[in-house]
C-alpha cells in the first residue's frame, strides 16, 4: 500500500440536515483549505510513593481545524451559513426572466438564538481518511489590501472517526475569486445611507467575527463527545488603515462623539446577466469647444463628461474634459461635438457640466434620440440632475459581496508609514444599532441556488 503523502490529503463537506447526524461529504473545496485536529483532555495521576503517573483517563474529546483560504464568489457561502447563520437563496429576476444569479442574505440575531449550518467533514486520500461530524464555523475573519485578500476561520466538531472512505466523485465549483482591484470601503452616519459615501484612501482593513459558538457537554454516556451547540458572546472586530488626511482624521471627531458609523466593504466580481437593453459601456471623454453667443455661462474653467442613455435609463458618465470659456463677454456657450456611432442599445447622450473651476457634475443638457453635437447653453445648479452612479439602462447582475457592519471607534492606533503613505489604522467594533436592526449582515450574489 501507498505510504500517506501530505500532498494529496483533500477536504471534503457534507451538507447536514440534522447537526451531527452524518451525510456524504460531496462538495470538494477548493479555494479552503481545512487542517483537522484532534483534541483531547486528559486527568493524568500519580499516587505518593511513585514516580510516575499510574492512570491518564481521557476527559473530552473533539475536533477543531484550522481554516485558511482565498474568499471566492461560489465557496464563501459555506462558511457565513454556518458562522453567521443560515439562509436560503433567492434568485434575482428580469421581470419575469431568470437571471442566474442568486442573492444570499446572512443575517445573524443580537437577540436571539442563530440556526447555523453544519457539516460532516471528511480529510484525507484514498490511502486513508477521517471525517467528524457536526463541524461548525465559529469564527470568520477577512484581511485585505492592494496586495492580497485572505480569509481564515476555525472549526469545531465531534470527535474524529478514523480509518474511513472519503465519499466519491465530489462536486466542485466554478471559482470565481475575490481580488483586491474589486474591494470598496464605504463608510455613513445612518443605515439608510449604507453603501453611499466611498473612502477614497483606504489602505488596507481587517475583520473577524469570534467566539460564535461553543460545545454543550454532558453526562450522557449516549454522547461519546460534546452534545450539542450553544451560542457564547460572540466578539465582532473590525479595522480600516486610511491615509491620515483630512477625510481619515475626520473620524477623530467620530471616536471623540462616541458615533456610529454604518460600513460597508464591497467586492464587486464578474457580470452574471446584463439584459437586452443595458448599454454595455460609458462614453469616451467630450470634445469640447466655446461659443462667444447663445449662452449664459460665466468666464471659468468647467468639466463635462458624457453619459449614454436610452428609454431605460443612463449610464455612469465616462471620463471627463475640461474647457475654459474665456472672458469677454456674457453670452458664452460650450460645444459637445457629436459621438457616433452610438454603442448597441444607446439612443441618446446626456452631458454634465461642473460649476467653474470644478467640482460636482450636473445634467447640462440631453439629445434624446440621437448623438448629435449639443449645447449647453446655462450652468445648472449644483446637484440638479445628479450623475448616474450605475448603469440605469437595464438590470446587471454581477458577483457581488457585501459586509455591513454598525460600529464604534474604539481607540487610534499610531500614525504609521504604510509603502510611502503616512497612515492611521482606526479599530472598531461592531454594535447593535436599533434603527438597522442588528449589528452585522453579509450579502452574497452568485449562481449557486443551494448549499
Request: net charge neutral.
Amino acid at each position: 500500500m501507498p505510504e500517506r503523502a501530505t500532498v494529496t490529503q483533500g477536504v471534503q463537506l457534507g451538507i447536514e440536515a440534522v447537526p451531527g447526524a452524518l451525510v456524504p461529504a460531496t462538495r470538494r473545496l477548493q479555494s479552503i483549505s481545512i487542517e483537522p485536529e484532534i483534541m483531547a483532555e486528559t486527568n493524568a495521576f500519580r499516587p505518593y510513593g511513585t514516580k510516575y503517573d499510574a492512570v491518564v483517563p481521557e476527559g473530552r474529546e473533539w475536533s477543531a481545524a484550522t481554516v485558511v483560504g482565498i474568499p471566492t464568489f461560489n465557496e464563501l457561502q459555506y462558511i457565513l451559513a454556518s458562522c453567521f447563520a443560515n439562509a436560503t437563496p433567492t434568485q434575482i429576476m428580469d421581470g419575469a426572466t431568470p437571471t442566474g444569479a442568486w442573492r444570499w442574505q446572512f443575517q445573524p440575531s443580537t437577540t436571539t438564538e442563530d440556526t447555523p449550518q453544519t457539516y460532516t467533514v471528511e480529510q484525507g486520500s484514498p490511502v486513508r481518511a477521517q471525517r467528524f461530524p457536526y463541524g461548525i464555523f465559529s469564527e470568520f475573519g477577512l484581511t485585505w489590501s492592494r496586495q492580497k485578500f485572505d480569509l481564515n476561520a476555525t472549526m469545531f466538531g465531534q470527535r474524529l472517526q478514523d480509518g474511513v472512505t472519503m465519499t466519491g466523485s465530489p462536486v466542485s465549483q466554478p471559482l470565481i475569486p475575490m481580488i483586491p482591484a474589486q474591494i470598496d470601503t464605504f463608510l455613513d452616519d445612518t443605515p439608510g445611507a449604507l453603501g453611499t459615501t466611498k473612502f477614497l484612501r483606504a489602505l488596507s482593513g481587517s475583520f473577524k467575527l469570534a467566539s460564535k459558538f461553543g460545545p454543550l457537554w454532558t453526562l450522557n454516556t449516549a454522547n461519546p463527545s460534546w452534545a450539542a451547540h450553544i451560542e457564547t458572546l460572540p466578539k465582532l472586530d473590525l479595522g480600516i488603515r486610511v491615509e491620515a488626511d483630512a477625510a481619515g482624521m475626520a473620524l477623530l471627531n467620530t471616536l471623540r462623539a462616541g458615533a456610529t458609523k454604518f460600513v460597508r466593504v464591497q467586492v464587486t466580481g464578474p457580470q452574471i446577466y446584463a439584459a437586452a437593453t443595458v448599454i454595455a459601456s460609458a462614453p469616451p471623454a467630450p470634445t469640447l469647444t466655446t461659443a462667444t453667443t447663445g449662452g449664459t455661462i460665466a468666464p471659468g474653467t468647467y468639466q463635462v463628461a458624457l453619459s449614454y442613455t436610452n428609454a431605460t435609463g443612463a449610464t455612469v458618465v465616462g471620463p471627463t474634459s475640461t474647457i475654459v470659456v474665456p472672458a469677454g463677454t456674457a453670452t458664452n456657450a460650450i460645444n459637445v461635438a457629436a459621438v457616433t456611432p452610438l454603442p448597441a442599445n444607446a439612443t441618446g447622450v446626456a452631458a454634465y457640466v461642473s460649476q467653474a473651476g470644478g467640482g460636482v457634475l450636473s445634467l447640462g443638457t440631453i439629445t434624446p434620440t440621437t448623438g448629435a453635437a449639443a449645447t449647453i447653453t446655462a450652468i445648472p445648479a449644483a446637484g440638479s440632475g445628479a450623475v448616474p452612479v450605475i448603469n440605469g439602462t437595464g438590470l446587471i447582475s454581477s458577483y457581488l459581496f457585501q459586509l455591513d457592519i454598525a460600529a464604534k471607534i474604539v481607540k487610534a492606533n499610531k500614525f504609521a508609514d504604510d509603502a510611502g503613505v503616512y497612515a492611521i489604522e482606526w479599530p472598531f467594533v461592531g454594535v447593535h444599532d436599533p434603527t438597522f436592526g442588528r449589528a452585522i449582515q453579509a450579502t452574497l450574489i452568485n449562481t449557486l441556488s443551494s448549499l
